[in-house]
């Protein structure tokens, strides 16, 4: 299968998670990366509420869907994990963060 760059201007909709201060994972779908990233860190309004008494790190994991019905069916997926099934999926290559490493942190692990 043919390897596709992805970049914040892609149209469609991304599933993430962001590893935050205290190590936790918080999972969330977007249209924007850079914009949901800057509104989770508190430059721009409309940031996730988990984020108000700790802050994003870097993002963990990320992966493009068609549509927002798709996003949100995988983001369910994804919150039943359990930490040791999500720390996996991280480490996959299907994992694209390094796509994003120009524009937000990215997870190094």
């Not at 977007?30 to 990233?37: A, D, E, I, L, Q």
């Not at 040791?84 to 937000?104: A, G, H, P, R, W």
Request: aromatic share 8%; glycine share 6%; charged share 30%.
């Amino acid at each position: 299968m043919k390897s596709v760059t992805m970049t914040e201007n892609d149209n469609g909709w991304f599933v993430y998670i962001i590893r935050a201060s205290d190590n936790s994972l918080y999972t969330g779908i977007t249209t924007n990366v850079k914009r949901r990233w800057r509104q989770h860190c508190g430059e721009l309004k409309g940031g996730a509420k988990y984020f108000n008494g700790r802050k994003p790190k870097d993002l963990a994991f990320i992966e493009r869907q068609p549509d927002r019905s798709s996003a949100s069916i995988r983001e369910v997926q994804l919150k039943k994990l359990s930490r040791k099934q999500k720390d996996s999926l991280i480490q996959t290559e299907n994992n694209k963060v390094s796509d994003f490493s120009n524009i937000i942190p990215v997870s190094r692990e």
